[in-house]
């Protein structure tokens, strides 16, 4: 019967990538180690649920998905800011007509 707790070699087997992957994973939060007497272990039930969560989600560490969202949020707020600025403008031309643009003395 297989254990099942994996060290950093047999993950990175299991994973068939090289241990510097298995390292730089756990550091980017895309796998969560185990202490077990003070050395790292991962669980395998943890580590197939990661890998069939990023085959149908991505390969994006935790991180990098907070930082999209983040992103998303500050474009919807600039789309949002360009359309009331939009609108403003469009409320001041109706309202002044193109000479409210001009410079006070040049009108």
């Known amino acids: ?4 707790l994996m060290n950093v070699k047999e993950t990175a087997a299991y994973l068939h990538v090289g241990k510097s992957t ?3 994973l756990e550091a980017d939060g895309v796998l969560h ?14 580590v197939e ?9 991505g390969w994006k560490s935790s991180r990098e998905r907070e ?4 992103i998303a949020r ?10 009331l600025l939009y609108r ?13 643009l001009l410079e006070p003395e040049k009108r």
């Open 1 to 4: 019967m297989e254990s099942p």
């Open 22 to 24: 298995v390292y730089k």
């Open 33 to 46: 180690r185990v202490n077990s007497a003070g050395r790292i272990r991962f669980s395998r039930d943890e």
């Open 49 to 57: 649920k990661t890998v069939m969560d990023k085959v149908h989600n």
């Open 67 to 70: 930082l999209e969202r983040e």
């Open 74 to 83: 500050k474009d919807a707020t600039i789309q949002n800011l360009r359309s």
């Open 88 to 100: 403003l403008a469009s409320g001041v031309m109706d309202g002044l007509g193109k000479e409210g």
